[in-house]
């Protein structure tokens, strides 16, 4: 019988994320293969956790997303740099079985929160160690990405939240230990895959692709404060916390599609792209939870945008939406307006 593997493992879609399109990707794939030409070029420019355009790795693949925790954990799948999977491997092994007990950031903000002060010993002890190992050029900045990653993953697998960071559940027991994983991302990427950390209505006036894939926020609920922990972790610039939650200072983080001017912010991002098709996924919450989860755009004003650009295409899907509060949702779809772009002369 073959050895037992030291070490677990994790792909892509190992994580908790609201609007997560792993299981809508035969969908998603299946409507571009069906009704695009070829494409060379796809820019996932709300990209979340990378999944989306992870499922074009075949492609040159540009990633983008505002949370610099999504950032990093894009650059690890899909980055241009190449890296040494067992350099991977020793640290994650060294990180699972260190005992540190030093105190340090995490010890002193979140102890008892959403993880136990022994699992905040350990986060604190790992990120500052990535951070160090980083400087001193003894891993580079894939490395570095992979090994944030699966930090990232391994919080989320343990902490006492509902998937999100907006609460903890008080007096929960900390039954489970942080394990790290080690991601099998691919060794070699498209070289000319980028990674961007910025707000997309910026980044669509310098980059072009083929296929332009829109996923953006449906409703009010702002990213930044559901993963604000994940995202002190990955910056690590060890800001003050406040409130129940132990949030740190997001304003620089808020998206606009979570706001009243969702429409007005949407038309002038699709007034600056340049490409040959782009995919927008919005599904149609309208009005049927509460008010926080219906959706800022209208399908009138996404149908009335986007033809001003070419000739619009919708597909549909159903599946079981997510909604926080009282709702009576009996049918949802994520929906797919695919705009052939007119080109110019």
Not at 7 to 33: C, D, E, H, M
Not at 146 to 155: E, G, K, P, V
Request: glycine letters at 4%.
């Amino acid at each position: 019988m073959a050895d037992a593997k030291p070490y677990k493992t994790i792909t892509i879609n190992n994580r908790r994320y609201l609007g997560n399109k792993y299981k809508l990707l035969p969908f998603i794939t299946g409507v571009v293969q069906t009704e695009c030409e070829p494409i060379l070029s796809i820019a996932d420019i709300f990209a979340g956790t990378g999944s989306v355009a992870s499922a074009f790795g075949d492609k040159r693949v540009i990633t983008n997303d505002i949370l610099y925790s999504n950032y990093i954990c894009n650059y690890a799948w899909c980055g241009p740099e190449s890296y040494d999977r067992q350099r991977i491997i020793d640290y994650i092994q060294q990180y699972n079985n260190a005992k540190p007990r030093r105190e340090n950031y995490m010890t002193q903000n979140f102890a008892g929160t959403y993880f136990s002060k022994t699992d905040c010993t350990k986060i604190g002890f790992i990120r500052e160690d990535i951070e160090k190992n980083y400087k001193k050029g003894r891993i580079n900045s894939r490395e570095r990405a992979l090994l944030i990653t699966s930090l990232i993953y391994a919080m989320d697998k343990i902490a006492v939240t509902c998937g999100h960071y907006d609460a903890y559940r008080k007096q929960a027991r900390f039954d489970t230990a942080l394990e790290l994983a080690v991601p099998l991302a691919p060794l070699h990427n498209n070289p000319g895959n980028q990674c961007f950390n910025e707000d997309a209505n910026n980044l669509v006036k310098y980059i072009t692709a083929d296929l332009v894939y829109i996923d953006p926020p449906y409703n009010s609920r702002q990213y930044c404060d559901a993963y604000h922990l994940l995202e002190n972790v990955a910056r690590w610039e060890q800001p003050e916390v406040f409130g129940v939650a132990k949030k740190m200072d997001r304003s620089g983080m808020k998206s606009k599609y979570c706001t009243a001017a969702a429409p007005k912010v949407f038309a002038a991002l699709i007034r600056d792209i340049t490409a040959k098709y782009i995919l927008l996924s919005y599904n149609n919450m309208a009005n049927k939870g509460d008010g926080r989860s219906n959706a800022k755009i209208s399908d009138t004003d996404i149908l009335q945008i986007l033809s001003q650009k070419g000739t619009v295409k919708v597909f549909s899907e159903t599946y079981k939406p997510f909604s926080a509060g009282k709702s009576d949702i009996t049918e949802n779809a994520e929906r797919l307006f695919l705009c052939i772009c007119d080109q110019e002369e």
